[in-house]
């Protein structure tokens, strides 16, 4: 028999206190603004929390608390082509890169609280541009990377 008030999930959260969670709105504070990120981002938060544990999802005085902004997007090119007959140097490959900046509150274990930022990258082609669906598949890349890097960072605890 099974039984206490402990949650319990095989996603390797293990026993943790809380009942419920609260993702508050990540609000894009980065130089360089694309639109929508913010709800993307803070969707693919919650709906990665629900997916993998047995949480429930509130919008107010949650057991678990992640907030905090987005505080870089950018693209930088990684690799060069070869110099061309008019003197330019292209960009063979380019990087799109995001950073959030997380706050994590557990209300049942204070220890447990950080503050910290999380990033990652996606490579496309230079002659590329990082709109349409190389940047939706950009920014799918780098979300679940980062959100699955804050879920284990507050939750799996491996």
Not at 50 to 56: A, E, W
Not at 81 to 109: C, E, M, P, W, Y
Request: proline share 3%; charged share 20%.
């Amino acid at each position: 028999m099974l039984s206490g008030c402990s949650v319990y999930n095989f996603t390797g959260t293990g026993k943790i206190d809380a009942k419920t969670f609260q993702v508050n709105f990540f609000q894009n504070n980065a130089d360089l603004i694309e639109p929508g990120i913010d709800r993307q981002f803070t969707l693919a938060l919650q709906d990665l929390i629900q997916n993998q544990t047995n949480l429930n999802l509130v919008s107010n005085s949650g057991d678990l608390v992640y907030e905090g902004e987005i505080v870089d997007y950018r693209t930088t090119p990684m690799t060069a082509t070869a110099v061309t007959s008019g003197g330019d140097v292209g960009a063979a490959q380019n990087r799109l890169t995001i950073r959030v900046n997380v706050r994590f509150t557990n209300k049942k274990k204070e220890t447990d609280d950080f503050e910290k930022p999380f990033e990652f990258y996606y490579d496309y082609p230079g002659a590329t541009l990082p709109t349409g669906a190389v940047l939706n598949t950009a920014i799918q890349t780098i979300f679940e990377r980062i959100t699955q890097d804050i879920f284990n960072d507050s939750l799996a605890k491996w």
